[in-house]
């Protein structure tokens, strides 16, 4: 796994976000604020969830090698880990959120555009980022998924996708009924 194939892993999660923004461009914020009638997240809740989930990661990771650590070459283990998520991911539970991306951390109502805006220049400060890694950090098991365990940078790049898969039936769900 080298810097530029991890790259090209965000290109295609930045071409996923923009679809994503594309299909809610079409809403103002009174649907994009509304809340299901099973009680879940409104649209802009969810994806606040998502900003939150992504910037706790990269936190992590900016924290992690704040103190140059020892990190083991990320293989079938690190592998494994993301398959279970993946499994996990699409089976049709709810999951609890973990603490600081669950409710408590989402506000009761946002801006999409604003919405929009903080996560695009979040994804550009995460490209940044990455771009000046050294290569070496590639292959290591840097990152570390709350309930799975360590991963790649790149298998980290791959849950970010699977998380806003995981998200976008609930988006469209609660589109369908309030929208």
Do not use: C
Not at 30 to 54: C, F, K, M, R, S
Not at 144 to 163: N, Y
């Amino acid at each position: 796994m080298t810097k530029a194939t991890t790259l090209a892993q965000l290109d295609q999660l930045d071409q996923e976000l923009s679809r994503l923004f594309r299909q809610l461009e079409r809403y103002d914020n009174a649907p994009l604020n509304q809340q299901p009638t099973d009680g879940g997240w409104t649209v802009l809740q969810v994806l606040h969830h998502l900003i939150l989930a992504e910037e706790a990661s990269v936190g992590y990771i900016q924290k992690k090698l704040s103190f140059n650590p020892v990190l083991e070459k990320a293989g079938f283990r690190a592998a494994w880990r993301l398959f279970v998520v993946d499994f996990y991911f699409r089976m049709p539970l709810k999951f609890k959120a973990p603490k600081g991306v669950d409710r408590e951390a989402l506000p009761e109502h946002a801006d999409f555009e604003s919405t929009k805006a903080q996560w695009e220049s979040q994804r550009r400060a995460l490209r940044k980022y990455l771009s000046h890694l050294p290569d070496a950090q590639f292959d290591r098991e840097l990152y570390k998924h709350p309930f799975a365990g360590k991963m790649s940078l790149r298998q980290m790049l791959q849950f970010f996708g699977m998380h806003i898969k995981r998200h976008q039936s609930q988006i469209n769900r609660v589109l369908k009924e309030v929208g």
